[in-house]
């Protein structure tokens, strides 16, 4: 009996550290990734300020085809909304907003994971002679959950290979058309 008491205290102590250490993670989640295109700006913009240009070079709907999307407000720019719908544990449901948009500069999205939280997410463009740098960037609070920061440690390796492979796509795309 003695024996079994100290396993138990010992995983309570465990438990106490492991919650403890969680509060000097980051309390923010932060992703970001960047890419040279060969086109100005102005011919990249276009499809990162409309949710139904994203559609074209989405890393998540080639998880799943069978993803449910609808639109709302105006066909690009501030008030774009996008929501979406899967059974993909990868894709999962939510919404996204264009709520600041800079024409050949700046897209700010919010994100709404539901149950898994919220987040915010951005494009930058930024002229390089005749290239432009994009960078994809996504920010989440975390919160005082200590589970959330712990996870917060794994978003980049979770996410951080979506945001290459959707900008990649988003390069071919944007370089075959021109």
Not at 8 to 14: A, E, G, M, V
Not at 33 to 40: E, K, L, Q, V, Y
């Amino acid at each position: 009996m003695r024996v079994i008491k100290r396993i138990f205290l010992f995983l309570i102590c465990l438990v106490l550290l492991l919650i403890g250490v969680s509060y000097l993670l980051p309390g923010k989640a932060i992703v970001s990734r960047s890419i040279t295109i060969d086109a100005p700006a102005s011919a990249i913009f276009p499809y990162v300020n409309s949710m139904q240009e994203t559609e074209k070079w989405s890393p998540w709907l080639a998880r799943d085809p069978e993803t449910q999307l609808s639109y709302s407000g105006p066909e690009a720019g501030v008030g774009n909304t996008l929501s979406w719908s899967s059974e993909h544990p990868q894709v999962g449901s939510g919404t996204q907003e264009i709520i600041e948009s800079v024409p050949d500069q700046t897209v700010r999205t919010a994100l709404d994971f539901g149950p898994m939280g919220t987040a915010s997410a951005s494009f930058e463009l930024a002229p390089e002679g005749d290239q432009t740098q994009v960078t994809w960037g996504l920010e989440s609070d975390l919160g005082m959950n200590p589970m959330a920061r712990w996870m917060g440690l794994m978003m980049d390796k979770w996410v951080g290979g979506d945001y290459e492979q959707g900008l990649s796509d988003l390069k071919a795309l944007v370089e075959g058309q021109t």
